[in-house]
Nanobody
Framework: HVQLVESGGGSVQNGGSLTLSCVTS????????MGWVRQAPGKEREGVAA????????YYANSVKGRFTISQDNAKNTMYLQMNSLKPEDTAMYYC???????????????????WGQGTQVTVS
C-alpha cells in the first residue's frame, strides 16, 4: 500500500520561505521519479520540481528555478522542497507524487503521476 504524506505548508509573506516534506511508504523509490505538483485555484495542476531515483538528477519549472530546491533523504524515505523568495503566484495546493522512472522525462506533466499525497496548502501574501 503506497502512501505519500505531505507537511510543511502554511501562510507566509512575499519573499518568505517554507520547506515542504513528503514521507513515503510502500514505494520502492529507486523505481520512481518523485515530484512536487501544484494546483492554484482555477488552474490546472503543474509540475514544479522532480527528482530522479538516487537523487542524481533534478528538474525544475522555469517559474521556480533558482528559488526552489528539491532533495531526497532515502534513509528517511522523505522528499523535500525548499522554497525561498516566495511570491503570491506560488500560492497553491502542493502535492507530492510519484511516476515510474521511465517517465521522468515528462515530469512536468501532471498526468503520468500514479501515486499522490493529500496535498498541503501554501499561501503567499
Amino acid at each position: 500500500h503506497v502512501q505519500l504524506v505531505e507537511s510543511g505548508g502554511g501562510s507566509v509573506q512575499n519573499g518568505g520561505s517554507l520547506t515542504l516534506s513528503c514521507v513515503t511508504s510502500g514505494i520502492t523509490s529507486s523505481r520512481y521519479c518523485m515530484g512536487w505538483v501544484r494546483q492554484a485555484p482555477g488552474k490546472e495542476r503543474e509540475g514544479v520540481a522532480a527528482i530522479r531515483a538516487g537523487g542524481g538528477t533534478t528538474y525544475y519549472a522555469n517559474s521556480v528555478k533558482g528559488r526552489f530546491t528539491i532533495s531526497q533523504d532515502n534513509a528517511k524515505n522523505t522528499m523535500y522542497l525548499q522554497m525561498n523568495s516566495l511570491k503570491p503566484e506560488d500560492t497553491a495546493m502542493y502535492y507530492c507524487a510519484s511516476r515510474h522512472i521511465s517517465l521522468c522525462g515528462t515530469w512536468a506533466q501532471a498526468t503520468g503521476y500514479v501515486n499522490w499525497g493529500q496535498g498541503t496548502q501554501v499561501t503567499v501574501s
